[in-house]
């Protein structure tokens, strides 16, 4: 018999009737522990031979099965309770599957993705570059070149800018082979100049020693002051041609003061003139470093790229005093071999030096335009139809060690008209802030007379009239050697210098934004302090 005790709720019940034992029913109920707030399905069998109250039963967990086979009972508790328990079980072991984010983080050398595994964002390197031992001895080569690539990436950090031209590395190679080469020079000067004060010898004299050092130093800087004074425009116009003589002046005092133990009477002298030479290369070094600086620093890094050319400068020439005293005690045994070193090093140390100097200054490509760099420009522009770059002009300008440029036939000379060389013909306009004019390049005795092209400024002339004067001018040297004689050049002057002016004007703004476009910086054009100095004016002006 079958039975609903409490058909105004929702609870199932199934009992069992004895009608010879007629009792109390007792139920028993099997309640889900998971399911007690939703309802409270209870199987229980009914034994009337046990009079006395029912205890409910409680089991957990319990397989939501009826005893009855009524299908419309059984199913309908099958269906309700398996349905809750399977989408409980599916909450808990659903797996939450990462999820890799689209964004890249770079640090260094070292690459991050972000990962949202469901819970968390976290951020993960994806060479995974872990270690541990099992990894270690499996991928032992891998391993190796890892710690190299990391020991590599640390140095770099340490020695170089992050964002440099792509000229720097070999301009620092060959700074290395320099600082090098000289910091051990000046060991080996240090260590004679010492040998002849007397310094370790009981008859030297420590006051007289101390007074000629120090004089020495005061005679150096101020030939130092002078030096900067009178070449300080050259810093600017002629820096490579500059800094090579400098250092080169630098190693010829380095061999002065090796010659002082040979001469210790003449030592104040001596280390005198030597300190003056050392005093002028370190002035121009100073003065220079910062426009080599600038040609680097690609980002607007300056005080970066200098911060490290420090660094550089500290461990290069501790490399050098390391070599020079591993030579010195190389040769500690033998007194007569280690006071010739210095002369025997000498030679070796100096051709190292200038050939890194020489070699570093070839990858410093400056963006500033001077008249020498403009005028190359210029000329690549009307002869081949596009304008180098910076990397090409250097190349074409190199160190300049003779002063050759302006020499030639035909060159382009900013000034003003020196009363010693005749002027051949002037072309002289009020509208235009300069003016160009044909001069003698040789004296009046020789047969062949050699002629140059003349542009003189006027006063407040611009960055753009110096550049619309040097294209004129171009154009006007281009039409001479058209000419083929200098007889020719003086009938058809005042034609060359309209024709000149026109092609200038059609042509300047298209020269002006390629010259924009290739880096050169174009808001001053650096003169020397001789074609600055001298401009004309008008009365009315």
């Not at 409270?40 to 031979?49: G, H, K, R, V």
């Not at 409910?56 to 309908?76: D, E, M």
Request: aromatic content about 10%; proline content about 4%.
């Amino acid at each position: 018999m079958q039975s609903n005790l409490y058909p105004s709720t929702n609870t199932h019940s199934c009992f069992s009737w004895n009608p010879h034992k007629p009792h109390i029913p007792t139920p028993k109920v099997a309640i889900h522990n998971k399911l007690k707030t939703s309802f409270n399905p209870a199987c229980f069998s009914w034994i009337p031979d046990k009079p006395h109250l029912s205890k409910p039963k409680i089991n957990t967990p319990v397989k939501l099965k009826t005893s009855i086979n009524s299908p419309g009972v059984s199913n309908s508790l099958k269906t309700s309770l398996t349905f809750e328990e399977e989408k409980l079980n599916n909450q808990e072991a659903t797996p939450t599957v990462p999820i890799y984010l689209r964004v890249l983080v770079s640090n260094s050398d070292s690459h991050f993705r972000y990962i949202w595994d469901g819970k968390d964002l976290k951020l993960v390197s994806i060479e995974g570059n872990t270690f541990s031992l099992s990894n270690f001895y499996s991928n032992f080569e891998d391993t190796v070149q890892k710690l190299v690539n990391i020991c590599v990436s640390a140095i770099r950090n340490f020695f170089l800018p992050r964002e440099v031209s792509h000229n720097y590395l070999e301009y620092v190679k060959w700074r290395f082979v320099h600082r090098v080469s000289s910091s051990a020079l000046q060991v080996l000067a240090t260590q004679a100049m010492l040998r002849a004060i007397g310094i370790g010898n009981s008859r030297s004299l420590p006051s007289a020693a101390a007074l000629n050092w120090v004089l020495k130093d005061g005679l150096g800087r101020l030939s130092r002051c002078i030096y900067t004074a009178s070449l300080a425009s050259s810093f600017d116009t002629n820096l490579k041609r500059v800094r090579f003589w400098t250092s080169v002046l630098f190693s010829l005092s380095i061999g002065v003061e090796l010659l002082t133990p040979v001469f210790p009477q003449y030592f104040l002298i001596l280390a005198s003139i030597a300190n003056i030479a050392k005093q002028i290369s370190l002035a121009c070094y100073l003065a220079t470093s910062t426009a080599v600086h600038r040609s680097f620093a690609i980002a607007d890094n300056l005080g970066e790229v200098s911060a490290k050319e420090q660094i550089q400068t500290v461990c290069f020439d501790n490399l050098g005093l390391m070599l020079a005293a591993a030579l010195n005690i190389l040769f500690a045994n033998n007194p007569s071999l280690q006071a010739g070193l210095p002369f025997v090093m000498y030679p070796v140390f100096s051709v190292l030096d200038l050939f890194g100097i020489y070699q570093g200054l070839k990858h410093v490509h400056l963006q500033t335009l001077t008249k020498d760099r403009l005028d190359i420009i210029i000329s690549m522009w009307i002869q081949q139809g596009f304008v180098p770059s910076p990397e090409e002009v250097s190349k074409q300008e190199g160190i300049g060690l003779f002063w050759s440029r302006g020499r030639e036939p035909w060159s382009i000379r900013i000034g003003w008209l020196n009363p010693r060389r005749r002027t051949a013909k002037l072309s002289l306009n009020s509208e235009d802030f300069y003016f160009l004019s044909l001069e003698s390049l040789t004296s009046e005795l020789k047969r062949n007379q050699e002629y140059g092209v003349l542009l003189c400024l006027r006063e407040g002339a611009g960055t753009t009239d110096v550049i619309r004067g040097l294209l004129h001018a171009s154009y006007v040297r281009k039409g001479i050697e058209a000419c083929g004689s200098s007889s020719a050049v003086l009938k058809q002057w005042f034609n060359l210098v309209e024709d000149g002016k026109r092609l200038t004007e059609q042509n300047l703004s298209l020269l002006y934004e390629q010259v924009l476009s290739l880096g050169w910086t174009c808001k001053n054009i650096l003169l020397s302090t001789q074609e600055q100095a001298h401009r004309y004016s008008f009365i009315t002006d």
